[in-house]
């Protein structure tokens, strides 16, 4: 079974940067796709950036796009997510998950095998 476990949150000031990090362990290939999703307080989850094995695409919610950017290391299992100039409304669970496909647009939570426990974020003003 695949098992995702994230690293790097934490607390930042507006303005500042983080990077995220999530190892996948448990399986001999690399998922097809790996990503993130976050869940702020009080609201649904929501999809922010995904790339495919060959690294060949990558998506990026429109929110984050140009502040954020993923990477993949397939020969560690690991995907990783810069995020720069945060804001306050980055504040959120940050879920590391896995795929075996993709869609336009990135990933849909249903098309998601795997959630790691998730990270928090906190972005402060």
């Known amino acids: 079974q695949l098992q995702l476990v994230e690293s790097g949150g934490g607390l930042v000031q507006a303005g500042g940067s983080l990077r995220l990090s999530c190892a996948a362990s448990?399986?001999?290939?690399?998922?097809?796709?790996m990503g993130w999703f976050r869940q702020a307080p009080g609201k649904e989850r929501e999809f922010v950036a995904a790339i495919v094995r060959s690294l060949t695409n990558s998506w990026y919610a429109d929110s984050v796009k140009g502040r954020f950017t993923i990477s993949r290391d397939n020969a560690k299992n690991t995907v990783y997510l810069q995020m720069n100039r945060l804001q306050p409304e980055d504040t959120a669970v940050y879920y590391c998950v896995a795929a075996q496909g993709y869609r336009s647009g990135g990933l849909h939570y249903r098309d998601v095998d795997a959630w790691g426990q998730g990270t928090l974020v906190t972005v402060s003003s």
């Open positions: 448990g399986r001999t290939v690399s998922p097809l796709t």
